[in-house]
Antibody
Framework: EVQLLESGGGLVQPGGSLRLSCAAS????????MTWVRQAPGKGLEWVSD????????YYADSVKGRFTISRDNSKNMLYLQMNSLRADDTAVYYC??????????????WGQGTLVTVSS | QSVLTQPPSVSGAPGQRVTISCTGS?????????VHWYQQLPGTAPKLLIY???NRPSGVPDRFSGSKSGTSASLAISGLQAEDEADYYC???????????FGGGTKLTVL
């Protein structure tokens, strides 16, 4: 069974940093691209970032480009999101998600349970 | 403002059929990129409901169906059940933005 478990969320001040982690199991992690999606409280879904299976290709939404960095460690089955220069509008539940099939980055499924990031002073 | 436009809410009585629209543009749905649909039950993570415009993952009831035409797509739910009450999101890819795009979501209320 595929499992994705996010961690690392919490309360951080504006301008601060946070590193999210996603522990993957139940599939050959190194064969799949991976994605981060966020959801602000009471709002819709927003794609944040993708990373290729090898980690050599990374892609970002304009809203986080230059501030967030996606990475992965295939030897540990781990996905990461380093978030710097955090702003209030980065407050959201952050989900990691696996592509439904191996050949593309989408559609997404399954998803982890999410980790809440709150940016506030 | 989401790139893909969905109605904020729809409702229907048990047993009825409802549809949820998803309108895009020539850089996403109209550019022949596939449309996918997700169901998010209250307090839970999204779940893939329809992929590749009209395909259901294993375990999704055939009451759920998808279609796509031009720059729009639709999700239909027939035989509405109380457990279908959830938020539904469409998703595609946008070539102008070079990334995944979602609709704003539609809240389905079962009366």
């Amino acid at each position: 069974e595929v499992q994705l478990l996010e961690s690392g969320g919490g309360l951080v001040q504006p301008g601060g940093s946070l590193r999210l982690s996603c522990a993957a199991s139940g599939f050959i992690f190194g064969s799949y691209a991976m994605t981060w999606v966020r959801q602000a409280p009471g709002k819709g879904l927003e794609w944040v970032s993708d990373i290729s299976s090898s980690g050599g290709g990374t892609y970002y939404a304009d809203s986080v480009k230059g501030r967030f960095t996606i990475s992965r460690d295939n030897s540990k089955n781990m996905l990461y999101l380093q978030m710097n220069s955090l702003r209030a509008d980065d407050t959201a539940v952050y989900y990691c998600a696996k592509p439904f099939d191996i050949v593309s980055t989408e559609p997404l499924g399954p998803w982890g349970q999410g980790t809440l990031v709150t940016v506030s002073s | 403002q989401s790139v893909l436009t969905q109605p904020p809410s729809v409702s229907g009585a048990p047993g009825q059929r409802v549809t949820i629209s998803c309108t895009g543009s020539s850089s996403n749905i109209g550019a022949t990129y596939d449309v996918h649909w997700y169901q998010q039950l209250p307090g839970t993570a999204p779940k893939l409901l329809i992929y590749g415009n009209n395909n259901r993952p294993s375990g999704v009831p055939d009451r759920f169906s998808g279609s796509k035409s031009g720059t729009s797509a639709s999700l239909a739910i027939s035989g509405l059940q109380a457990e279908d009450e959830a938020d539904y999101y469409c998703q595609s890819y946008d070539s102008r933005l070079s990334g995944v795009v979602f609709g704003g979501g539609t809240k389905l209320t079962v009366l």
